[in-house]
Nanobody, 112 residues
Framework: QVQLVESGGGLVQAGGSLRLSCTAS????????MGWYRQAPGKERELVAH???????TYTTSLKGRFTISRDNAKNTVYLQMNSLKPEDTAVYYC??????WGKGTLVTVSS
């Protein structure tokens, strides 16, 4: 069993930045992939980015360049640096491990 706890969400003005963190606990030795998804009001959950233990990354094309995923395996933590935020980035951001374990999410609100 893997537990994921996100932090770092909040309210930011358009053009600003936030860094989200997600720390895993529990059966962490088995985790290969960690990533971020988001769900905006009235929309389906969508992939933001994910990263393997060895450092391979996948991004949603439209977000690459503004968002950067990174990972500290020693701390069992994955980060999401979000720059040049737009109001349409407003969503609950969820951490994911190995495509099966989910955190409870952290809300990011971008004001115009």
């Amino acid at each position: 069993q893997v537990q994921l706890v996100e932090s770092g969400g909040g309210l930011v003005q358009a053009g600003g930045s936030l860094r989200l963190s997600c720390t895993a606990s529990g059966s962490i030795f088995s985790i290969n992939d960690m990533g971020w998804y988001r769900q905006a009001p009235g929309k389906e959950r969508e992939l933001v980015a994910h990263m393997t233990r060895s450092g391979g990354t996948t991004y949603t094309t439209s977000l690459k360049g503004r968002f950067t995923i990174s990972r500290d395996n020693a701390k069992n933590t994955v980060y999401l640096q979000m720059n040049s935020l737009k109001p349409e980035d407003t969503a609950v951001y969820y951490c994911n491990a190995d495509f099966t374990n989910w955190g409870k999410g952290t809300l990011v609100t971008v004001s115009s």
